[in-house]
Structures are given as structure tokens and as C-alpha cells.
């Protein structure tokens, strides 16, 4: 990439014989940091290092810590106890002009152009006139913006604003990088971008933080820190944290519709501590000392395939914290059967929505049947969320008709919208009322009463394990209670149909397995789930799935078809959804 | 590191400021459209000088002297005689505030007038205690006139022992424009220096924009600088367009020099920028930062201030917390420079009091504003 490589002091070259943290740009040791009116510690005693020149991964579910750690390298926050060294120095008192930090909003002024944004971080960074059209032209190169260098920061795009971002950070060769949460809310595409342009700092002698809720991401790491609850569960090479759970993870093929069902008696077998849908198959992770079960085991016909499978950083975290929920789920058991029906439960039928000259969604058209889980998949501001709140009755379509549950959305919206449970993207309870007084209010806004209303209330209470919480405001809770208690307050009503908006967005892995074991009970019961996700692998769990990519259906199909228009025979979801997207650009580029 | 004050830092900040500024519009209506609307509010909207009052009079005799007093009312400029009746019949009009008040010449006025003495009645809504004062002292002045001329015409020496013969100094004819739209001004530049400065930084906290400064070698100090050396621009500027629309537009006089005038603003910008750069270091929040600065800076102002309410007239607890307002110091400053002149000697000690509050502020703001985010 040419850059030229930051002038590293000697002393940051590790001689022969000394250890990591004797090289490291930067360093925390015991550190301990309380916030006031939690009751737990943000972090606890965390010790680890940045090396220059390798990637290191701060790895955790959200409120686990990451971003308190980063600012306080960055000096931004005074640990209660321990140390943080940035340079040799205190992190409060060091040279800031040789960090880059890219806080999670990346901190740019959006009512300032892209050429002034970069132009006020070089002066603030101190980088010297001469050197500053040689740094421009090289940014403005790699990230792709000089066609945007008069476009307002907040008229970008946000994978355009995350590079814009990471520029900023850059405009002065840093020797240290701290980027937190640098993908979230992108679009795989633009994620896997940044990462190697990160990646290629890093070969020029950086160092560089990368925090990131997606384990995937870990995995490509040098090194990683795994934080959990502001512990530290992991430090060193990934690879060897994943060589931990290495022999222990099989994929099993199990045909037709049956997957569900299997995986639940799969994970109710205490030897076997994780499992998910993949496609057509299912992946287990078995326990440390026991056997990998037959095919009799796990109910399926003799001689069903059951080979080896690549253990993931996921399966190794999830091993690290004890393994995942067991099969059933309390909540799929207690709800209703929804009756057998030929008809569809779900149709969109050429669903178009204009916003003036812009079409936020073009023809969307597809059928799920009852008891089915339906994927919407594509990058963000894609049309996902305009197509789903048409479904729901909340955006009227310009063009196009839709039905949920056999109720036409222009005629019985009423009627359609009592069918269905909605679970909305971002937390869209009342945060001041109490868990019980939420679950008092949705109960009564689907018209549930008394017996009925107070048995479904306990239900739920007792299916998410709310009762600690009960009497706090909602909004006060962990991410992850509050994702329980908004799906509770979805299918307090038992509809026959449920939409699910990013349900498992910013969750840690045992919140979002707990969920789906959730989601694939209730389908068993006959209920019908349309969800979206960012989480590629999550998509494996749908029947069906669209990709859609500016406002148009680019393909659908089961997981395993969409995984074969990648083109490659070990194709992850995510690999084809990058394939299927830039074979989408070059199209529109011909055109 | 590159020292605590850098000019490339410092102008790159001034830029950034700069460019937001005159990119945001709501910066350009408080600093530019308020000032116009408060100006003719207060400049043809509130009117504080007594106008001619509707009034109605009871003449329960019929001598010739009632009848001379009742013409006096007539005649007279303060009054318009709306009504006349008896009392049972006009207060309906008293209480719906038709009239604002009854003049009563009672029965046997005659006969008292031609003894030496003469006693009315006066009947007004006390609900309103302003005007019931006015008209109460207004209607007993037309009467002294009244029973003065008579006596003079009859050769009767019946004046009041002592006369007052009162002469306004500086504003003859009372108007209290000339004392509202100087105060107008006080109001825009605690809109300018107090809210508009505790919105900017608390907006920068609440984009994550701040976070990000932070982490580069950018000086808190610096930092500050940079928000008050543009708004405090801003605040002379609109300063100076209320000024010229005073003279120019409400001919209010403008007796002192524009020297003193832009002395007697900087220091009052001074406490009010510090309060600005104090509220938004402590809450952080768009939102609640313009509610505490309405709170603690405009109302105030409004007031406490000796703008639109006498300080001298207020209870005396109140008079000791108007002490704490910094606008209480500027407004005296600001009548005087427009309607009497330059008196240092008055401006002086104000000029003190309102450097001595920009020091309390701006120390505990440098102090609020750490390098931190928690």
C-alpha cells in the first residue's frame, strides 16, 4: 500500500528475549473500573497489551467492557485501580498526537465536509503543512472518497462515514490505533473492507485495537483479549482458543424440515453443549470428555452423515462460558398449536414504497408458508425495515398488496396487526415503566384480560427469567433482558405470526442461542416468523431467505441455495451474500 | 507534546466553529431573527406608559359644583367618561373591566363645596393594583385641579401648602420604549452568550464529537477558547444590530459613546458565556442545557433584572437575590448609555460586579470541563 511506516522508536523494536508487554505501544495491567450506581464492575483486574505491527481483537458481548477499556487508553477515563501505559507513559498523560482513536459514532462533525472533516484532524494531530496533501491523497485513495470531498460528513452513507472516520484517525500516521466497534450497523461488504485496510496498517507497524461484538471478526485476529462482564475470560492467538474445542464439533446432515426438531433433542442431551442450524444441517458442539453421538442417538436414520466440522472462535466462547441453553423451549411448549392451514401466512405481493423521487423498496414479492422462518437479509438501509413495516400495517405501499394471515393490509389492518407479534430493531418498550407494568400494558393493548392476561404474564415471567427484574424500570436492564422482555411482550398474545426486526442485534451468544431456541419451538408449533438479521450465520436458521440490495431482490432461496450462488463449495452466508452483492454492482455498473 | 496553546490547533478550531455556525440555522435565528422580534416586542408590543383610562361617574347631585366636577372628568386627558348612572348600574361594567374604574360624587357635594370642603368617592378594580393606583391618584389630582381653579376664580386662596413641580430629567416624556428596548438588548445577549453557548458544547458531548477531540492533542483550554472567542462575535454583532434598529427604527436616544457601550457589553458577555460554557460542561444534554439556561439566565433576566419590574419595588428578599443576577448590573449601565450618556462613575462599580461573576463561572466551567468522559 506504500505508506510510509511511522518512525517507531527503538525501544518499541522487541529485541531478541524480551517478552510481549516489554514491546507493546500499549499496555493495561489490573485494571479496575466502577461505575457509580452499577453494582457490578465495568472491568475487573484486566490486564493485556497491544503489540506494533499485529491486529489485536478486544472480543465481548455488549457491556462487557470494551469501550471503557479503549477510552481509557485512549485517556479518556481514570481507572479506579491498575495502570494503563500508552507510548511507556500514563495513558492520561501521553502523546496524543501519535493515537488514533475512532470512537463507536466516529466522532465526526457532520455538518463539516468530508475535506474538512480531515483537514481540522490533521491541524488538531499536528500534521505539518508539507506533509499534508501526500496524506490526504493516500486517505482519500484508500478509503475510495474523492469523489465525496464536498459532501457534508452527515449526507454519507455510514460505511462511507465509518472510512471517513478511520481517516480522521489516521491523517497523522498514528502508532497506535483504537477503533471501537468498527463494524457495527455496517453492511458485511464495507466491514470486510475496513478490515483490510486496517489489516494492511497494522502490516506497516501499527498497532492496532479493534473491538467488535462479532466473534467472526475475532477469529482473523493476531491476537485476541476476550472480555466478558469486565473479566478477561482469554488472552493470546485465537487459533489456540479455538484448538481447545478442536475434535468436538461435527456437522450432521438431516434432510427435509426435520432439523428443528432434531436439534432440539440434540441439545437436550447434556453431552452436547451447542448447537445451531446450518442450511440443511446442524452443527454440535460436544462436551470436553464425551463421545461425538450416532446418528441413532440423535433420532435420525442409520447411516446419516455425521463428520467433522472446523471449530469457530464462536464455539470455543461458548465452550469457555459453559455452553448454550438445552433444546426446549418453556415458552414454545406453553403456546398454542396455530391450526394447519394450505394457505399462506405471509404474502407480499410486488411491494413498492416511494419516498418522493427515491424507492425505498421496489416489487418485493414472496410467500411463506405456516410454520416457516423467513429471512430478510441486506445491508443496511437496503429496504428490510421499509418492506417489514409495510407487512405490519404501520407504511402504506405505493404500489403492491400484501397479507398477513390471510388479512389484506389495506382492508383489515386492525385484524392483521392483532395476528401478528412485532418485535421491534431498537428497544421500543417503555424504559420508565417497570417490567410488570410493560407487561401489564402490552397484555392489555392485545386485549388480553384477566385470568388469561395474568396467566400470560406469569408465564413469561417465568419463561425469560424477569422475576430479578420485575420492579426495576425496563430501561435500566442488561441488553440482553431487555431483548427478552421485548419478544415476551410480542407473544404474550400467542399470534400466529411474528416479526422479529434484528431481535438478536448486540446480544452475547448464549442470549442469541436462548432465542432461536425459542424462535424454532414456536415454529414447530405451527407459528410463522418473517425476521431480519445482520448476523449472516443466523440466516442459516431460516427456511427461506431473501437478499435484498437497493430496494430490490437481488435472490432468495434456502440457505443452502443462496450459499451455492457464491460459487464456492464451503461458502459461508456471508461470503454469498458479498458475491451476491457485487455481482448485483457489476450488473448495475453494465447497465 | 506540542505545549498547552498551539495557533494551528487554535485556528483549525476557530474554522471548525466558524463553518458551523454559518452553516446552522438555528444559530442564525437566535442570534439575528430573535433580537429583531424581541426588539419590536418589546418596542410596539409592551407599552408601560399610562394612556387615557375608560371610567364612569355617578353624580348623585345636581348642584352647580357637581356638575363643574363631572365636566372636569370629561375634559379631562387621562380619562374617557364612558358611563354615567349610579353605582348599581355601572359596576357590572366595573367587574366585566369595560370601565376601570367609578368616580362617585355623592350627594350633598354641594353643599360641602360651598362649606370649603368637597369629598368624591372613587371606585376601582383592585385586581389590577396598577391601574386602581393610577386612577385612584389620577382622579384626585383632577379634582385638586379642579377645586384649585375654582378657588382661584372666586379669589379664594385654596392651593395645597406646598407644590411639587416634577421635571423628568433625561426622558421628559416618560416613554418607556426608551427603557424597554435597552433592555431588549440585555435579553438577546443572554440569549446569544448563555443559550446558544451551552447548546454548542452540549451538542458536541451528545454527538460523540467532544469524545473524539478529546483524544487528540487538543487543550481543554483550547477547546474552550474556541467556543467562547465565536460567540462572543456573535454576541457584539447582535449587540450592534439592536442598537442600530433602537436609534433607527424606535428613535430611542443615544446619548453615550458606542466606546462605552462595547465596554459595558464585553464585560456583561463575560459572566454570560462563562454561565453558558458552566451549564452545558454540567449537563451534557442539548435538551436539559437550554432548560436550565431559559431557567437560570433568561427568566431572570426578564425578571430580576430591573428591566421590565422595579428592583426598588420588589420585597427585599427578592431585591437580595436580584444581587446574584449578572443582568441586574448591566441593565442600569445600558439605560444610562443610551438615555442620559457615558457615566463611568455609575458604569465602574457595575462593570466590577460583572467581572466578578464571569471569574466565578469561568472557573468552575474549566473546572466541569475535564478531559474526561467519566
Known amino acids: 500500500m506504500g505508506q510510509p511506516a511511522p518512525d517507531i522508536p527503538p525501544a518499541d523494536i522487541p529485541p531478541a528475549g524480551m517478552t510481549v508487554a516489554d514491546c507493546a505501544v500499549a499496555s493495561v495491567q489490573g485494571l479496575t473500573k466502577r461505575f457509580a450506581g452499577q453494582p457490578a464492575p465495568a472491568l475487573d483486574a484486566v490486564s493485556m497489551a497491544i503489540v506494533p505491527g499485529r491486529m489485536t481483537g478486544l472480543v465481548g458481548p455488549d457491556g462487557a467492557g470494551k469501550t471503557t477499556l479503549i477510552r481509557i487508553l485512549a485517556g479518556l477515563i481514570d481507572p479506579d485501580a491498575g495502570q494503563a501505559r500508552v507510548f511507556g507513559r500514563p495513558a492520561t498523560d501521553t502523546?496524543?498526537?501519535?493515537?488514533?482513536?475512532?470512537?463507536?459514532?466516529?466522532?465526526?462533525?457532520?455538518?463539516?465536509?468530508?475535506?474538512?472533516?480531515?483537514?481540522?484532524?490533521?491541524?488538531?494531530?499536528?500534521?505539518?503543512?508539507?506533509?499534508?496533501?501526500?496524506?490526504?491523497?493516500?486517505?482519500?485513495?484508500?478509503?475510495?472518497?474523492?469523489?465525496?470531498?464536498?459532501?457534508?460528513?452527515?449526507?454519507?452513507?455510514?460505511?462511507?462515514?465509518?472510512?471517513?472516520?478511520?481517516?480522521?484517525?489516521?491523517?497523522?500516521?498514528?502508532?497506535?490505533?483504537?477503533?471501537?466497534?468498527?463494524?457495527?450497523?455496517?453492511?458485511?461488504?464495507?466491514?470486510?473492507?475496513?478490515?483490510?485496510?486496517?489489516?494492511?496498517?497494522?502490516?506497516?507497524g501499527i498497532g492496532v485495537l479493534w473491538s467488535t461484538a462479532y466473534l467472526d471478526e475475532a477469529e482473523k485476529c493476531d491476537s485476541v483479549t476476550l472480555l466478558n462482564e469486565g473479566r478477561v475470560l482469554y488472552d493470546g492467538p485465537p487459533q489456540a482458543l479455538t484448538d481447545r474445542v478442536r475434535d468436538r464439533v461435527v456437522r450432521v446432515a438431516v434432510p427435509g424440515a426435520g432439523r428443528r426438531v432434531t436439534l432440539q433433542h440434540?441439545?437436550?442431551?447434556?453431552?452436547?453443549?451447542?448447537?445451531?442450524?446450518?442450511?440443511?444441517?446442524?452443527?454440535?458442539?460436544?462436551?470436553?470428555?464425551?463421545?461425538?453421538?450416532?446418528?441413532?442417538?440423535?433420532?435420525?436414520?442409520?447411516?446419516?452423515?455425521?463428520?467433522?466440522?472446523?471449530?469457530?472462535?464462536e464455539d470455543a466462547f461458548i465452550d469457555l462460558l459453559g455452553g448454550g441453553p438445552s433444546g426446549t423451549s418453556q415458552l414454545a411448549q406453553n403456546y398454542r398449536q396455530i391450526p394447519e392451514s394450505d394457505a399462506p401466512a405471509i404474502v407480499a405481493d410486488r411491494l413498492t414504497r416511494r419516498f418522493g423521487e427515491f424507492t425505498a423498496a421496489d416489487h418485493v414479492s414472496f410467500t411463506v408458508p405456516r410454520g416457516q422462518i423467513f429471512g430478510l437479509l441486506g445491508p443496511n438501509g437496503a429496504g428490510k425495515s421499509t418492506t417489514f413495516k409495510?407487512?405490519?400495517?404501520?407504511?402504506?405501499?405505493?404500489?403492491?398488496?400484501?397479507?398477513?394471515?390471510?388479512?389484506?393490509?389495506?382492508?383489515?389492518?386492525?385484524?392483521?396487526?392483532?395476528?401478528?407479534?412485532?418485535?421491534?430493531?431498537?428497544?421500543?418498550?417503555?424504559?420508565?415503566?417497570?417490567?410488570?407494568?410493560?407487561?401489564?400494558?402490552?397484555?392489555?393493548?392485545?386485549?388480553?384480560?384477566?385470568?388469561?392476561?395474568?396467566?400470560?404474564?406469569?408465564?413469561?415471567?417465568?419463561?425469560?427469567?424477569?422475576?430479578?427484574?420485575?420492579?426495576?424500570?425496563?430501561?435500566?436492564?442488561?441488553?440482553?433482558?431487555?431483548?427478552?422482555?421485548?419478544?415476551?411482550?410480542?407473544?404474550?398474545h400467542q399470534p400466529p405470526v411474528l416479526f422479529l426486526d434484528e431481535p438478536t442485534s448486540g446480544v452475547d451468544p448464549l442470549v442469541r442461542r436462548e432465542f432461536w431456541t425459542h424462535i424454532?419451538?414456536?415454529?414447530?408449533?405451527?407459528?410463522?416468523?418473517?425476521?431480519?438479521?445482520?448476523?449472516?450465520?443466523?440466516?442459516?436458521?431460516?427456511?427461506?431467505?431473501?437478499?435484498?440490495?437497493?430496494?430490490?431482490?437481488?435472490?432468495?432461496?434456502?440457505?443452502d441455495e443462496l450459499k451455492a450462488l457464491a460459487g464456492k463449495s464451503d461458502a459461508t452466508m456471508e461470503d454469498a451474500f458479498i458475491a451476491l452483492i457485487e455481482a448485483s454492482d457489476m450488473q448495475r455498473e453494465a447497465a | 507534546m506540542s505545549g498547552l496553546f498551539n495557533p494551528r490547533r487554535f485556528t483549525a478550531m476557530l474554522v471548525k466553529e466558524g463553518l458551523q455556525i454559518a452553516r446552522d440555522p438555528s444559530t442564525f435565528l437566535i442570534a439575528f431573527v430573535l433580537p429583531i422580534l424581541l426588539l419590536f416586542l418589546f418596542g410596539y408590543g409592551v407599552n408601560l406608559d399610562t394612556a387615557r383610562s375608560r371610567i364612569g361617574i355617578v353624580q348623585a347631585d345636581g348642584s352647580q359644583a357637581a356638575q363643574s366636577l363631572a365636566g372636569a372628568y370629561q375634559g379631562s386627558q387621562w380619562f374617557d367618561v364612558v358611563a354615567t348612572g349610579t353605582v348599581s348600574q355601572l359596576s357590572p361594567d366595573l367587574v366585566a373591566g369595560r370601565i376601570r374604574g367609578i368616580v362617585v360624587i355623592p350627594d350633598g357635594f354641594g353643599r360641602q363645596v360651598a362649606q370649603g370642603g368637597g369629598t368624591i368617592q372613587v371606585l376601582t378594580d383592585g385586581s389590577m393594583p396598577n391601574t386602581a393606583s393610577f386612577i385612584g391618584a389620577y382622579a384626585e389630582g383632577v379634582r385638586a385641579t379642579w377645586a384649585a381653579a375654582r378657588g382661584a376664580g372666586r379669589g379664594m386662596v385654596a392651593a395645597p401648602p406646598i407644590q411639587t413641580a416634577a421635571r423628568f430629567w433625561f426622558n421628559p416624556e416618560l416613554k418607556s420604549r426608551y427603557n424597554l428596548v435597552p433592555g431588549a438588548i440585555a435579553v438577546v445577549m443572554t440569549m446569544v452568550g448563555t443559550l446558544l453557548t451551552a447548546l454548542v458544547i452540549a451538542r458536541e458531548w451528545e454527538r460523540g464529537t467532544l469524545e473524539a477531540l478529546m483524544a487528540t492533542p487538543v487543550g481543554m483550554a483550547e477547546f474552550i477558547a474556541t467556543k467562547v472567542v465565536p460567540y462572543f462575535l456573535l454576541a457584539l454583532g447582535s449587540m450592534t444590530l439592536c442598537t442600530v434598529l433602537a436609534i433607527f427604527v424606535?428613535?430611542?436616544?443615544?446619548?453615550?459613546?458606542?466606546?462605552?457601550?462595547?465596554?459595558?457589553?464585553?464585560?456583561?458577555?463575560?459572566?454570560?458565556?462563562?454561565?453558558?460554557?458552566l451549564i452545558s460542561a454540567a449537563t451534557k444534554n442539548q435538551f436539559v442545557a437550554s432548560q436550565v439556561a431559559l431557567l437560570s439566565a433568561f427568566l431572570p433576566t426578564m425578571l430580576l433584572s430591573g428591566f421590565l419590574f422595579e428592583i426598588s419595588s420588589m420585597p427585599k428578599p427578592i431585591q437580595a437575590i436580584t444581587y446574584l443576577v449578572p443582568s441586574r448590573y448591566l441593565i442600569p449601565q445600558l439605560q444610562t448609555v443610551f438615555i442620559a450618556g457615558d457615566d463611568w462613575g455609575l458604569f465602574l462599580p457595575d462593570m466590577a460586579a460583572l467581572i466578578g461573576f464571569g471569574l466565578v463561572f469561568f472557573i468552575l466551567a474549566v473546572r466541569a470541563t475535564r478531559r474526561r468522559i467519566a
Open chain 1, 95 to 204: 502523546d496524543r498526537s501519535m493515537i488514533g482513536y475512532m470512537p463507536q459514532r466516529f466522532g465526526l462533525y457532520e455538518d463539516l465536509t468530508v475535506m474538512e472533516n480531515l483537514r481540522l484532524y490533521a491541524d488538531l494531530r499536528g500534521l505539518a503543512p508539507a506533509d499534508r496533501a501526500a496524506s490526504f491523497d493516500r486517505l482519500l485513495d484508500f478509503t475510495d472518497l474523492r469523489r465525496f470531498t464536498a459532501r457534508l460528513a452527515g449526507n454519507l452513507s455510514g460505511g462511507m462515514k465509518q472510512k471517513l472516520g478511520l481517516a480522521c484517525a489516521m491523517v497523522r500516521a498514528p502508532r497506535l490505533l483504537l477503533l471501537d466497534e468498527p463494524g457495527v450497523g455496517v453492511d458485511p461488504v464495507s466491514r470486510r473492507e475496513l478490515w483490510q485496510m486496517v489489516k494492511d496498517l497494522a502490516t506497516d
Open chain 1, 266 to 313: 440434540a441439545l437436550d442431551d447434556p453431552a452436547i453443549l451447542d448447537g445451531t442450524v446450518q442450511g440443511d444441517a446442524l452443527r454440535l458442539m460436544v462436551a470436553a470428555d464425551a463421545p461425538v453421538p450416532s446418528a441413532a442417538a440423535l433420532g435420525l436414520a442409520p447411516g446419516s452423515l455425521i463428520e467433522p466440522a472446523r471449530p469457530r472462535f
Open chain 1, 390 to 492: 409495510m407487512l405490519c400495517g404501520l407504511l402504506t405501499p405505493s404500489e403492491g398488496t400484501g397479507a398477513v394471515a390471510g388479512f389484506d393490509l389495506r382492508r383489515a389492518k386492525a385484524d392483521a396487526r392483532q395476528s401478528l407479534g412485532y418485535m421491534a430493531q431498537k428497544f421500543s418498550l417503555y424504559g420508565d415503566l417497570s417490567v410488570r407494568q410493560n407487561l401489564n400494558f402490552f397484555a392489555g393493548t392485545y386485549g388480553l384480560r384477566g385470568a388469561a392476561a395474568r396467566d400470560a404474564i406469569d408465564r413469561a415471567i417465568a419463561v425469560f427469567h424477569l422475576d430479578r427484574y420485575l420492579n426495576a424500570n425496563s430501561g435500566t436492564m442488561p441488553l440482553g433482558f431487555k431483548q427478552r422482555l421485548a419478544l415476551a411482550c410480542a407473544v404474550l
Open chain 1, 520 to 559: 424454532n419451538g414456536m415454529v414447530e408449533k405451527g407459528v410463522t416468523v418473517l425476521v431480519t438479521t445482520h448476523f449472516m450465520d443466523e440466516a442459516e436458521y431460516c427456511d427461506r431467505a431473501t437478499l435484498i440490495y437497493r430496494a430490490r431482490q437481488i435472490a432468495t432461496g434456502t440457505p
Open chain 2, 250 to 277: 424606535f428613535g430611542v436616544p443615544f446619548r453615550g459613546s458606542p466606546l462605552a457601550l462595547l465596554a459595558i457589553a464585553s464585560t456583561f458577555l463575560f459572566p454570560a458565556l462563562g454561565q453558558g460554557l
